[in-house]
């Protein structure tokens, strides 16, 4: 007879296999897509199924908009044909709970078009699912603790104090591009230890380089050959390679002949060991330094772009923070413990809206693995599905006017009455984003350093168009003029 230990099941303690292969030729992709609806098991949400280009353009110009008319006229759960893909969409609390918490597991993000960023990425946080995920992350958690970031903050003040010095008065900025630019040199510095200005300062123009492509229209990025934005994104790729794998090769020799790693997260993948001792393949460290390179600036940059667009738009929102930091901070330098966003509570209202009307990360793009049932409607497996917290944080019926700036929807009283799902700009569940309170202090840095100085003033004639891909931007960068406080 069995033992009750016996009959339990036994965990598995295996190193997770890295996950297989994604196609990223266009006609196998269509023909993947093209099955999954032939031979799905129940019907689609209700929704615009017909074949439509001019849907298409609009979808590319304005998601927004097209989402939350769809909402309007189909209710929280909804089909679009986009090009020639019917794709369901979930918007509001409920579902963004749904897909990102209580039924998680019926999703995954590779093989959904999250998998678009794998030439670039690999398989890093962004890209796996799994227990290999869960690897990844339980690994790099610990270079995101509290402590650790409070560390990573005397190099994010002293990155910021050098691009300060050089702003004056009346001087026109773009702010999106200056931001750019010092997140991904806060990011190499702190997460890697690379210097932006050696032989590693080469990343940078690759890096931005690659993610050119993903700003690219639907049909540009389809294009194969030479010459085509993807055969410039698999260049840029493969030069951030040798540049990445031959710092792995230095940095192991270092730890070989020092016995110990370096205080950076690069040290810590490489002294990473599984349960049964094996640590990671420097294929592995590789996909994760780039994962977190592209995580770690580009969120950032937009937050603190949208947040002085609003600000510029409501002055009184601006001399709010600005009388905050006289009364708080004085003239005293800055620390890293007044970044952790309870020194300066009227700041961490404004940038908490400004997450709420630009989310970096305005989709979350999945497949789903088995067919479910939401809201009366039915969603069958092998399906793209996406939630999109740009659209649900502007609902009308959740965000009382929803497409004004006012940060005290996040006082302690009113965040209280939230609805569970409401507010998801940096996702939820297990794969809540891993380096959200790194990114949090270095947009509370960079603001607080440009007010204590000046305010920036956006130009009247300026209009914002967005740019969606990978991560909410203006399209046409954001000039501002620096003018006295």
Request: glycine share 8%; hydrophobic share 35%.
């Amino acid at each position: 007879m069995e033992s009750s230990a016996e009959k339990r099941p036994r965990l598995d303690t295996s190193k997770p296999a890295p996950p297989g292969p994604v196609s990223f030729s266009p006609i196998r992709r269509l023909k993947r897509e093209f099955s999954a609806e032939r031979h799905r098991e129940v019907p689609y949400p209700a929704g615009l199924m017909n074949f439509s280009i001019p849907r298409t353009l609009r979808f590319q110009r304005d998601p927004l908009g097209s989402l939350l008319e769809a909402y309007e006229e189909f209710g929280p759960i909804f089909t679009l044909r986009i090009l020639s893909v019917p794709v369901v969409f979930m918007l509001g609390p409920e579902a963004n709970h749904f897909v990102l918490v209580s039924d998680a597991d019926k999703f995954s993000w590779r093989e959904g078009s999250m998998g678009d960023l794998i030439p670039l990425l690999g398989d890093g946080l962004l890209t796996t699912d799994g227990r290999y995920h869960r690897r990844g992350r339980k690994i790099m958690l610990p270079s995101f603790h509290r402590d650790r970031i409070a560390m990573a903050g005397d190099v994010m003040l002293e990155e910021i104090s050098q691009a300060t010095d050089s702003l004056k008065v009346g001087q026109e900025l773009d702010i999106y591009d200056w931001t750019r630019h010092l997140a991904l040199r806060i990011a190499m510095r702190a997460l890697f230890g690379f210097d932006p200005d050696g032989r590693e300062g080469r990343t940078a123009t690759d890096f931005e380089s690659a993610l050119a492509y993903y700003s690219q229209d639907y049909f540009r990025q389809m294009l194969r050959g030479p010459g085509t934005p993807f055969d410039k994104l698999t260049k840029s790729s493969g030069r951030l390679d040798d540049l990445i794998f031959a710092e792995i090769a230095t940095r192991r020799r270092q730890l070989a002949e020092s016995g110990q790693p370096s205080a950076d997260l690069f040290g810590m993948l490489l002294a990473a060991a599984d349960e049964d001792g094996s640590g990671l393949s420097d294929r592995e460290i590789r996909d994760q330094v780039m994962t977190l390179l592209f995580a770690g600036h580009d969120t950032t940059t937009s937050t603190v772009t949208f947040l002085f667009h609003e600000l510029s738009k409501n002055p009184e929102a601006m001399d709010a923070l600005i009388a905050e930091q006289d009364s708080v901070l004085g003239t005293r330098a800055v620390t890293p413990a007044d970044l952790t966003g309870e020194t300066l509570p009227q700041l961490e209202l404004a940038v908490e809206e400004t997450l709420r009307l630009y989310p970096p990360a305005w989709i979350g793009p999945r497949r789903v693995m088995e067919s479910f049932e939401f809201n009366g409607q039915t969603v069958p497996k092998g399906t793209q599905l996406s939630y999109s917290s740009w659209a649900s944080h502007h609902l009308p019926d959740v965000w009382p006017d929803a497409e004004a700036f006012r940060p005290e929807r996040f006082s302690p009283e009113n965040k209280a009455l939230l609805k569970k799902g409401a507010y998801v700009p940096f996702g939820g569940g297990s794969r809540t984003c891993i380096g959200m309170r790194f990114g949090q202090m270095e947009v509370r840095a960079i603001t607080t350093a440009i007010l204590r100085n000046w305010r920036l003033e956006g130009k009247s004639d300026y209009r914002l168009s967005i740019r969606q891909m990978p991560t909410l931007s203006p399209r046409d960068g954001m000039p501002m003029k620096i003018v006295p406080r």
